[in-house]
């Protein structure tokens, strides 16, 4: 569950997940290097005294060219490996209908004949102490642990939002 103020993912349940949230990891690590280049540059360029054979200019051209090719496929491979994991599709142990609805949801086991329920907010004046608001409903979704669970999700009318983050989901 995510704590307040928590500024990384939550735990991971998932390899997806572990995956994803390494992906991130080499992002941001990209994404400081780049950053910390263009400061170095800027830095330096205000810094020192400008001449006019400072730099060869089709050695520039080169450099800037080659650079962000080569960023884009130090991140395209990594994300493309996780996209084709994420989107890998086994025999599911049971299939899951998530239905939205303006207000509720409403969750069919395909699997067997006629297993449906909605699925309903507690109101905060319901609450009991300690629940999450806004999170705690009056029938929970249950599904078996260690097997494969496909879930289709729709909407009826308006779909608001369906996740699982520690699942990547």
Same mark, same amino acid.
């Given at each position: 569950?995510?704590? %307040?103020?928590?500024?990384?993912?939550?735990?991971?349940?998932?390899?997806?997940?572990?995956?994803?949230?390494?992906?991130?990891?080499?992002?941001?690590?990209?994404?400081?290097?780049?950053?910390?280049?263009?400061?170095?540059?800027?830095?330096?360029?205000?810094?020192?005294?400008?001449?006019?054979?400072?730099?060869?200019?089709?050695?520039?051209?080169?450099?800037?060219?080659?650079?962000?090719?080569?960023?884009?496929?130090?991140?395209?491979?990594?994300?493309?490996?996780?996209?084709?994991?994420?989107?890998?599709?086994?025999?599911?142990?049971?299939?899951?209908?998530?239905?939205? %609805?303006?207000?509720?949801?409403?969750?069919?086991?395909?699997?067997?004949?006629?297993?449906?329920?909605?699925?309903?907010?507690?109101?905060?004046?319901?609450?009991?102490?300690? %629940?999450?608001?806004?999170?705690?409903?009056?029938?929970?979704?249950?599904?078996?642990?260690?097997?494969?669970?496909?879930?289709?999700?729709?909407?009826?009318?308006?779909? %608001?939002?369906?996740?699982?983050?520690?699942?990547?989901?």
């Amino acid at each position: 569950m995510a704590n %307040h103020s928590q500024l990384g993912f939550q735990d991971a349940s998932s390899p997806i997940m572990e995956e994803l949230v390494q992906f991130h990891d080499h992002a941001m690590m990209v994404a400081l290097a780049i950053c910390s280049l263009v400061l170095y540059l800027l830095t330096l360029m205000l810094t020192e005294k400008l001449s006019s054979n400072t730099v060869d200019a089709q050695a520039i051209e080169l450099v800037w060219t080659i650079l962000p090719a080569m960023v884009l496929i130090a991140l395209a491979l990594p994300s493309l490996r996780i996209l084709y994991m994420m989107d890998e599709i086994s025999e599911p142990d049971l299939t899951l209908k998530a239905i939205g %609805h303006q207000w509720y949801w409403t969750y069919e086991y395909t699997d067997f004949k006629d297993l449906t329920f909605d699925s309903y907010m507690i109101p905060t004046a319901d609450l009991p102490l300690g %629940h999450f608001r806004l999170l705690e409903v009056d029938h929970r979704v249950i599904v078996p642990t260690h097997s494969t669970v496909r879930v289709i999700v729709t909407a009826d009318d308006v779909l %608001h939002s369906w996740a699982v983050p520690s699942l990547g989901v």
